[in-house]
């Protein structure tokens, strides 16, 4: 009697296994991401590479009044943005404006889009309009309201702004603050709100069967779930304050303490404004990798800490 061997079939390479499969369609897929590629390279990618390149550069004149030409200078530009202290101050300012400023308007837009989240509040559709509606205010328009009612000359408010000098050099930094905060809050709203719309109301039906009130839904299920808006709310806030121009651009007409070094953008302002496009460049180029390391660094704390 003979015995048969049974031999197994033997296992697919891992590499068979790991083969892509085709994608299906390239050319429709092309097509529709063409438009956005040129518009991308155009108006994005294209003046971060121009603003570069004129970075690098340096003026040179053949004497004192001959033709003015561009030579590459290499980091001659950068050694002088890192000697600038009117910029570096510049930073530092817009810097504790943030501290301050950003966590008091998410605190704000979180309140105010639990209370509009609220079963307990009436007249919703009223008060979602009137939180949003400043945003609906351009930043320079809102600035030159505020900066009217600021005017000891000419604010209704005398009795206030005759005692307290809100454009004074000690305050015209938080007035400027209350206006971002003022113009921008009901836009965080709306997006923490549409995080709280997105929460299934089941979780709110499980622990109302549970005994917990409005309150503790709000603190122990709302605001845990709305945690990657607060944090994406907080990452556009960092960029906005950092690129601060238009608020202090306006407040320049009306108080002498806002500098044309102010901030930083103003800063590249006047610097372009000499004429020094190149310096103007390097500027803009460093204050453009210092928005994305304090947005970077920002982004990896809250997922070492499990926000997002």
Do not use: C
Request: charge should be positive; hydrophobic fraction near 55%; avoid cysteine.
């Amino acid at each position: 009697m003979t015995s048969t061997q049974v031999i197994a079939p033997a296992p697919p390479q891992r590499a068979a296994s790991r083969r892509r499969l085709p994608v299906p369609h390239k050319r429709a897929i092309a097509f529709f991401v063409l438009p956005f590629g040129v518009l991308f390279g155009l108006f994005y990618a294209l003046p971060i590479g121009y603003a570069v390149w004129q970075s690098l550069l340096v003026v040179e004149r053949e004497g004192t009044f001959g033709p003015a030409r561009e030579v590459f200078g290499g980091l001659t530009q950068y050694v002088q943005v890192f000697q600038s202290e009117p910029f570096w101050s510049s930073v530092a300012r817009v810097l504790v404006l943030g501290i301050v400023q950003v966590p008091v308007m998410l605190v704000l837009a979180l309140v105010f889009a639990l209370l509009l989240d609220s079963p307990l509040l009436r007249g919703k559709r009223f008060f979602r309009l009137a939180f949003f509606v400043p945003y609906a205010v351009p930043g320079v328009v809102a600035a030159i309201m505020w900066g009217f009612l600021y005017s000891p000359n000419l604010s209704p408010f005398t009795g206030l702004t005759g005692t307290l000098d809100l454009l004074s050099a000690d305050l015209v930094l938080w007035a400027m603050a209350n206006v971002i905060t003022w113009v921008y809050v009901g836009y965080n709203m709306l997006i923490i709100y549409s995080s709280l719309l997105a929460i299934p109301t089941e979780v709110y039906e499980a622990a109302r069967l549970d005994g917990a009130g409005q309150l503790r839904i709000a603190w122990s299920i709302k605001i845990p779930l709305v945690i990657p808006a607060i944090v994406l709310t907080t990452v556009f806030s960092i960029i906005g304050t950092l690129q601060l121009l238009a608020e202090p651009q306006v407040f320049r007409s009306f108080s002498s303490a806002v500098t044309s070094t102010y901030t930083p953008n103003l800063t590249v302002l006047s610097t372009s404004s000499i004429p020094n496009f190149n310096l103007a460049a390097a500027f803009s180029v460093v204050l453009a990798l210092a928005t994305f390391v304090l947005s970077f660094a920002f982004l990896k704390l809250t997922q070492k800490k499990g926000l997002q």
